[in-house]
């Protein structure tokens, strides 16, 4: 049997969904200049989040899961470099700065406008209850 899913339920859900975005954006933007450990290796690969929809016929909060964005790595001739391989070739982790503060900014906005959606309900429910009261 499928449960009611309130709007603060919703939100709280959301808040947690975006918290997720925000995490991953951070380590994204931290990591895009770190390089492979080994000659040749992969350096790190941007993290993508996937939604699972929510359905309400479950308790568990919604699925987020974390997968691995598989665009090509750039490289670089850096001969020198010792994560760098036979030919010098240094590959580059495939996160672009400029899209990861979209992304970055574009969850926090989603955070802060279901934090204002809470606090609306509360408000709300707030005035319903001064309203019996009187």
Same mark, same amino acid.
């Given at each position: ?26 380590? $994204? /933007? ?7 450990? !080994?000659?040749? =290796? +992969? ?5 993508? *989040? ?38 010098? $070739? /240094? ?7 400029? !899209?990861?503060? =979209? +992304? ?5 906005? *989603? ?24």
């Amino acid at each position: 049997m499928a449960r009611e899913v309130s709007g603060g339920d919703l939100a709280a859900a959301a808040l947690r969904i975006h918290q997720g975005r925000i995490r991953l954006s951070v380590e $994204n /933007l931290a990591n895009a200049q770190s390089s492979a450990s !080994t000659p040749g =290796g +992969e350096p790190y690969r941007r993290k993508i *989040a996937v939604f699972e929809p929510i359905t309400g016929e479950t308790d568990e909060p919604p699925a987020v899961r974390v997968v691995r964005d598989r665009t090509a790595f750039p490289t670089i001739q850096s001969p020198g470099h010792p994560a760098a391989d036979a030919q010098g $070739n /240094l590959m580059l982790p495939n996160v672009r700065p400029a !899209t990861e503060m =979209g +992304e970055l900014r574009s969850a926090m906005r *989603a955070y802060e406008a279901n934090l204002r959606t809470i606090a609306t309900l509360d408000d709300v429910k707030g005035k319903t209850i001064d309203l019996l009261k009187s």
